[in-house]
């Protein structure tokens, strides 16, 4: 969402992100109608999305999941694999087995952290009068 010249990152669009980074030069949907297929604005999304996965964890996420297996991430955060399985389309059953457990309280606050890394700590844009 734009506010004063400002972007700032929803969940919405972070897990629009991951679901689709695989297939992400193709071009990145928004809602049903919307789909961005500018490659500078693809490539700034991505970008972003890498440096917030990398933020919020230990491992150190370089963007790439060619050749890799989940299981290459096992010296990464908790909360970086959770996103990590949200992109190479691993279900919530397959995390439980491998000692997963709350699942989505577990991704809803990856998400929302990485969400607060990007917007600087700020959730929402502030309203002014």
Do not use: C
């Amino acid at each position: 969402m734009w506010k004063n010249d400002e972007y700032y990152y929803s969940i919405r669009t972070l897990k629009s992100i991951a679901g689709n980074y695989v297939t992400i030069y193709e071009g990145l949907p928004f809602r049903e109608t919307s789909l961005i297929i500018n490659p500078w604005s693809i490539a700034e999304f991505k970008a972003d999305f890498d440096s917030a996965l990398k933020g919020i964890g230990k491992g150190r996420w370089s963007g790439r999941i060619d050749g890799y297996k989940f299981r290459d991430f096992r010296y990464f955060g908790r909360l970086q694999q959770v996103i990590i399985a949200d992109i190479l389309g691993i279900r919530d059953f397959e995390l439980e087995v491998l000692g997963f457990y709350r699942i989505p309280q577990l991704r809803g606050y990856a998400y929302y952290l990485m969400r607060n890394f990007l917007n600087g700590g700020r959730n929402e844009p502030e309203n002014h009068p």
